[in-house]
């Protein structure tokens, strides 16, 4: 059974950084592909970030510069450092894993974190 745990949320202020974490049990994260996602009430839900399984990365417009996606295959874990973050990276963010080693639509994440609050005050 495939289970994610983010963690690593928090409330910042703008200018300021977190990293999220996301540990995966049930689950191979070098094999496949995994990314992250945020979802704010009343937007749509966004793929900040997505690592595929031979390391290729790519990000939303809206954090390049501002956030690197890693993982760390020894833990198991993925990461998201988030730097010089705005109040409008204000969501719920969810790590997500697919059962592919390239995910290229969103549809393809098949596995899914509780998520985890971020929230940045001006």
Do not use: H
């Amino acid at each position: 059974q495939v289970q994610l745990v983010e963690s690593g949320g928090g409330s910042v202020q703008a200018g300021g950084f977190l990293r999220l974490s996301c540990a995966a049990s049930g689950y191979t994260a070098s094999r496949y592909c995994m990314g992250w996602f945020r979802q704010d009430p009343g937007r749509e839900r966004e793929r900040v970030a997505r690592i595929d399984s031979d390391g290729y990365r790519t990000y939303a417009d809206s954090v390049k510069g501002r956030f690197t996606i890693s993982r760390d295959n020894a833990k198991n874990t993925l990461y998201l450092q988030m730097n010089s973050l705005k109040p409008e990276d204000t969501a719920m963010y969810y790590c997500a894993a697919g059962a592919r080693a390239t995910c290229n639509s969103d549809s393809q994440y098949s596995y899914w974190g509780q998520g985890a609050q971020v929230t940045v005050s001006s």
